[in-house]
């Protein structure tokens, strides 16, 4: 994962940033990525050749999440690179098990990190809380596979969790040999440095999700992060919980 794990108070927490309509964003068979994200945004999103039209991106309001592993570019030194993929396969498996089950979708998975998008909700403060639920059952789930894995000698694998709600652009990314659909903007690169300062199991919420989630979570304030100079900075928060008839909790 990306960053170094460090914040002033985020650089400090500690040590270490629709269209009304809601719609399933579970995996299907047959159904690629690119119909969830026309779903997910509302707006037909078009292919193209080596001129592009007008209409291939579109803009909405969503809440997106970067989960990565801290330490991952030391971990296969550690093992053998046949039990290095087979615990990155087992970890993504769960992960992204985790999220479909809070209907989130998932925009890439690669290496260690995974995005995801939450959007297309009733409301943006129900995709808001979606994300936050989704982040907390993954972090939940993380601390029980690296309960086995002590039990059985292996590594374990330390999470960063960060999440940012505000406009993003959603289309097709790439040269023309090669696109894919993912989004881009300021809150998807507050989620990513988010994540990089996350300490190992923490999840840090942005202060525009938090404002939307404070009523339904439990969390603190966890300082603030500075992207540029020009940026007024923002304020992050460590959640470690949901307030649901039954408490989930990150571990």
Same mark, same amino acid.
């Given at each position: 994962?990306?960053? +170094?794990?460090?914040?002033?108070?985020?650089?400090?927490?500690?040590?270490?940033?629709?269209?009304?309509?809601?719609?399933?964003?579970?995996? !299907?068979?047959?159904?690629?990525?690119?119909?969830?994200?026309?779903?997910?945004?509302?707006?037909?999103?078009?292919?193209?050749?080596?001129?592009?039209?007008?209409? &291939?991106?579109?803009?909405?309001?969503?809440? $997106?999440?970067?989960?990565?592993?801290?330490?991952?570019?030391? &971990?296969?030194?550690?093992?053998?690179?046949?039990?290095?993929?087979?615990?990155?396969?087992?970890?993504?498996?769960?992960?992204?098990?985790?999220?479909?089950?809070?209907?989130?979708?998932?925009?890439?998975?690669?290496?260690?990190?995974?995005?995801? $998008?939450?959007?297309?909700?009733?409301? &943006? !403060?129900?995709?808001?809380?979606?994300?936050?639920?989704?982040?907390? =059952?993954?972090?939940?789930?993380?601390?029980?596979? +690296?309960?086995?894995?002590?039990?059985?000698?292996?590594?374990?694998?330390?999470?960063?969790?960060?999440?940012? =709600?505000?406009?993003?652009?959603?289309?097709?990314?790439?040269?023309?040999?090669?696109?894919?659909?993912? $989004?881009?903007?300021? =809150?998807?690169?507050?989620?990513?440095?988010?994540?990089?300062?996350?300490?190992?199991?923490?999840?840090?919420?942005?202060?525009?999700?938090?404002?939307?989630?404070?009523?339904?979570?439990?969390?603190?304030?966890?300082?603030?992060?500075?992207?540029?100079?020009?940026? +007024?900075?923002?304020?992050?928060?460590?959640?470690?919980? $949901?307030?649901?008839?039954?408490?989930?909790?990150?571990?």
């Amino acid at each position: 994962m990306a960053g +170094n794990r460090g914040v002033s108070q985020m650089e400090g927490p500690g040590k270490r940033e629709g269209t009304g309509q809601r719609v399933p964003l579970k995996a !299907e068979p047959g159904r690629g990525r690119e119909a969830e994200w026309r779903e997910i945004s509302g707006h037909h999103v078009a292919s193209y050749g080596t001129e592009p039209p007008a209409g &291939i991106g579109a803009r909405l309001t969503a809440t $997106v999440m970067f989960c990565g592993i801290e330490g991952f570019s030391r &971990i296969p030194n550690d093992f053998s690179p046949d039990l290095f993929m087979l615990l990155l396969n087992e970890h993504h498996a769960a992960m992204t098990s985790a999220l479909f089950e809070h209907e989130g979708a998932l925009d890439q998975c690669r290496g260690d990190e995974l995005i995801a $998008v939450f959007g297309g909700t009733p409301s &943006i !403060e129900e995709g808001a809380l979606r994300c936050v639920r989704a982040a907390v =059952t993954m972090a939940a789930r993380n601390h029980e596979l +690296n309960a086995l894995r002590r039990k059985k000698g292996l590594p374990v694998f330390e999470l960063g969790l960060g999440i940012c =709600t505000g406009e993003v652009v959603v289309g097709h990314i790439g040269a023309s040999a090669f696109r894919e659909m993912t $989004v881009v903007g300021e =809150t998807v690169a507050v989620a990513r440095r988010l994540c990089s300062l996350a300490m190992p199991g923490q999840i840090l919420a942005a202060e525009p999700t938090y404002r939307l989630v404070a009523s339904r979570v439990r969390g603190k304030a966890a300082g603030s992060l500075t992207r540029r100079p020009d940026m +007024n900075p923002v304020n992050a928060y460590a959640v470690d919980g $949901v307030l649901e008839e039954k408490m989930l909790v990150c571990r």
